[in-house]
């Protein structure tokens, strides 16, 4: 099984290709907001993966809006082996960095708030989040129809 050797690790640029067809695949259903490969590269050292035989078999980054506010970002498992425990892997170590770095709040956007639930996340209401509704979704193309759930973990 995967989870039982996975290891999470800094993303390099030798990623960026994995990673960006990964998070091409769940954008293009609709699941995860698109982002540019000039994007994840801006955003690298927050990225972090796990590797299986050469391929990016999960990733997620944690990206801080302000000093307490922190959020987790293109969160994703690769698809023939969702349901094994990556995803939790990947989000408790995002919780960990958090932690390290003195974060305050986390919170992600999702449609799956139960993952999120089982891990100690709550269920709140997006416009507590101004930082982010301002900041980031209002360049987005749901930004006018967003049906994403906000979920936040106090550290
Ligand atoms: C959401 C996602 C990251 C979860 O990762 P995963 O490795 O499949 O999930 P895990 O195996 O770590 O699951 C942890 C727990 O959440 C539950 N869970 C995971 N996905 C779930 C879902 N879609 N619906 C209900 N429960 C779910 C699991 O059953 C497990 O529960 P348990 O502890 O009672 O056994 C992954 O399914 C994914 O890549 N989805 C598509 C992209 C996406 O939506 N990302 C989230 C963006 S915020």
């Not at 979704?137 to 979920?151: G, H, L, P, S």
Request: glycine content about 6%.
């Amino acid at each position: 099984m995967p989870h039982n050797s996975a290891q999470v690790r800094p993303a390099t640029h030798v990623d960026v290709q994995a990673i960006q067809k990964l998070l091409n695949h769940y954008a293009s259903m609709g699941d995860l907001l698109p982002r540019t490969r000039d994007d994840i590269l801006k955003n690298l050292e927050h990225f972090r993966v796990i590797e299986q035989q050469g391929d990016i078999i999960a990733c997620g980054s944690l990206e801080n809006f302000t000093d307490e506010l922190a959020e987790i970002r293109s969160l994703m498992v690769r698809t023939d082996i969702k349901g094994s425990g990556l995803g939790r892997e990947i989000v408790q170590h995002l919780i960990e960095m958090a932690q390290a770095r003195q974060v305050k709040r986390l919170m992600a956007l999702t449609y799956v708030p139960i993952f999120f639930h089982k891990l100690g996340f709550k269920t709140v209401n997006k416009e507590i989040f101004p930082e982010k509704i301002w900041g980031i979704c209002v360049n987005c193309y749901k930004f006018k129809n967003c049906d994403e759930i906000a979920v936040l973990m106090e550290l």
